[in-house]
């Protein structure tokens, strides 16, 4: 019998954001698939370690998912990915992919899936701790209350189309330059939190004090004035 692929999320930095779920599979699973080349230097492993330090010892899959806007690069990498998560299955192996946050958010896991299971394959989603939701908790606010839209975008060179949309705009990722620019020019407000969760965590509560050269790991929050 083929084995079940797995996609858990692992919440966006502190270890105590992982479910329960999430923590079981982890623990339970035959081979953790980690996204790099190597655990030592990925955040989404150390995430999950620090909640279940035994898995140092577990069978691991790196799974080189590499940051770049290549389409032939990516696609090689979903396909070799995906190739190396098969043979595990076809031995009747559990596989758990952890990811950052969710795996329905901005999630490489999603490529993957899809590949595995068009060769035939079951595929579980384990959902996490959004970086949106951990970053709102950290800014000590709603991101939407009553009937107030919520629109979770990438940020970069749409940001000033979507600055116009109604309710609260979360951005993740992308070209930070062009959005504070954006939000500038629009004289919006805005907060936003870094690496949330971790012990490098920074919380900026005015568009002004955002630096231009903050981590990948940032979540900006702009809320429509009422």
Known sequence: MNGILYGVGVGPGDPE????????????????AI?????????????????????NEKPKLCIDMPMTHDTKVREAAYEAGTETIAAELEAGKTVVFITLGDPSVYSTFAYLAARVQEKGFSVEWVPGVTSFCAAAAALKMPLCTDREALHILPGGANAKDALLYPGTKVFMKGELGPLLDAIEAR???????ENCGTEDERVYRAASDIPKDAGYYLVTVVKEEV
């Open 35 to 55: 996204p790099h080349r190597d655990p030592e230097k990925c955040f989404v492993y150390r995430i999950a370690r620090g909640a279940a330090p035994e898995i």
């Open 187 to 193: 004289g919006a407000e805005a907060q936003a939190v």
């Open 17 to 32: 954001l992982l479910t329960l779920k999430a923590a079981r599979l982890i623990q339970t699973c035959d081979v953790l």
